[in-house]
């Protein structure tokens, strides 16, 4: 589907009826990481996956654009649904919008799932490997930044026993724009440190980490469970950065008993 919001072209799914659940994919893939999420819990509850602005079927300017500014398309798709309240999962940099909608926004939720993401800003190095990753993104295009994230995103045991998986990262990666690229890493590498709004969060929240993320590793994951009152961590064994395609039935099982103890 594909809706006109915030002078941006935004393209989402929106399946099933019940508690809505808004899934914010990882830099730099789509939608459709959440294929597995979307299949399963469509079944029980209403699951809004969107393309966020420079990625999949939504628009993809080149410009200076801020995470709170995705977080604005949240909210304006929230708003166009009718939706008062979600549940937003957010994996990696989908988590980081996350945390800039609860900043912005807190009465829209009903909960949040922070998925392999952190609260803190990037360090000095951070900055510059995203720098370089422009770089790489603005000279040799989408295909030398699928060489070098795909070992950052799945865990070992998925690098070596799921060719298909390896396969639909590398060709997810290479098919988004450039510009989408280069904007991301920008509003990334200028977000602010959430570390002390993690205090402020009410909603239930579920923190979930891949024990083979690397890149953002379990202590990272339990500094936000530690921080946000009454939040729960799940660590999935044999997963990676992308821990809800690597183990989806785990994942879908961590969400659905999430979600159901909300209703």
Same mark, same amino acid.
């Given at each position: 589907?594909?809706?006109h919001l915030?002078?941006?072209r /935004?393209a989402?799914?929106?399946?099933?009826?019940?508690?809505p659940l808004m899934f914010l994919?990882?830099?730099?893939?789509n939608?459709?990481?959440w294929? %597995?999420q979307v299949?399963?819990?469509s079944k029980?509850f209403?699951?809004?996956?969107l393309?966020?602005?420079?990625? +999949?079927e939504?628009?993809?300017?080149l410009?200076?654009?801020?995470?709170?500014q995705y977080?604005?398309?949240v909210?304006?798709?929230?708003d166009?649904?009718?939706i008062?309240?979600? $549940? @937003? $999962? +957010? /994996?990696?940099?989908?988590? !980081?919008v996350?945390?800039?909608?609860?900043?912005?926004y807190?009465?829209?939720?009903?909960a /949040? $799932?922070l998925?392999?993401?952190?609260?803190?800003?990037d360090?000095p190095d951070?900055? @510059? +490997?995203?720098?370089?990753?422009?770089?790489?993104?603005y000279?040799?295009?989408?295909d030398a930044v699928a060489?070098?994230?795909?070992p950052?995103?799945?865990?070992?045991?998925s @690098?070596?026993s799921?060719?298909?998986l390896?396969? !639909?990262v590398?060709?997810?990666i290479?098919?988004? %724009?450039?510009?989408? #690229?280069?904007?991301?890493l920008m509003?990334?590498a200028?977000? %602010?440190?959430?570390?002390a709004? *993690?205090?402020t969060i009410?909603?239930p929240?579920?923190?979930v980490i891949?024990?083979e993320d690397?890149?953002?590793?379990?202590?990272?994951?339990?500094?936000?469970?530690?921080?946000i009152t +009454?939040a729960? *961590?799940?660590? #999935?064994?044999?997963?990676?950065?992308?821990?809800?395609?690597?183990?989806?039935?785990?994942?879908n099982d961590? /969400?659905?008993?999430f $979600?159901e103890e909300?209703?």
């Amino acid at each position: 589907m594909l809706c006109h919001l915030n002078g941006l072209r /935004l393209a989402y799914d929106d399946q099933g009826t019940g508690l809505p659940l808004m899934f914010l994919h990882a830099f730099p893939l789509n939608r459709s990481m959440w294929a %597995p999420q979307v299949a399963a819990l469509s079944k029980q509850f209403r699951t809004i996956a969107l393309d966020l602005r420079g990625h +999949g079927e939504s628009d993809a300017p080149l410009w200076s654009f801020s995470l709170d500014q995705y977080a604005d398309d949240v909210f304006a798709l929230l708003d166009h649904l009718h939706i008062p309240q979600a $549940v @937003l $999962v +957010g /994996l990696s940099m989908g988590g !980081y919008v996350s945390l800039a909608f609860s900043r912005k926004y807190e009465n829209r939720l009903k909960a /949040l $799932v922070l998925a392999d993401t952190r609260a803190q800003a990037d360090s000095p190095d951070g900055r @510059l +490997g995203r720098f370089h990753l422009a770089q790489t993104a603005y000279t040799q295009g989408s295909d030398a930044v699928a060489a070098t994230m795909l070992p950052k995103l799945l865990g070992a045991t998925s @690098l070596k026993s799921r060719p298909e998986l390896v396969e !639909y990262v590398r060709k997810t990666i290479q098919h988004a %724009p450039v510009s989408g #690229i280069l904007v991301d890493l920008m509003a990334m590498a200028d977000r %602010p440190n959430s570390v002390a709004h *993690l205090r402020t969060i009410t909603c239930p929240t579920l923190v979930v980490i891949g024990q083979e993320d690397q890149t953002t590793p379990l202590v990272d994951a339990q500094l936000m469970a530690n921080e946000i009152t +009454g939040a729960r *961590l799940a660590v #999935i064994p044999a997963a990676g950065h992308l821990s809800n395609r690597e183990q989806p039935d785990v994942f879908n099982d961590l /969400l659905r008993g999430f $979600v159901e103890e909300l209703q």
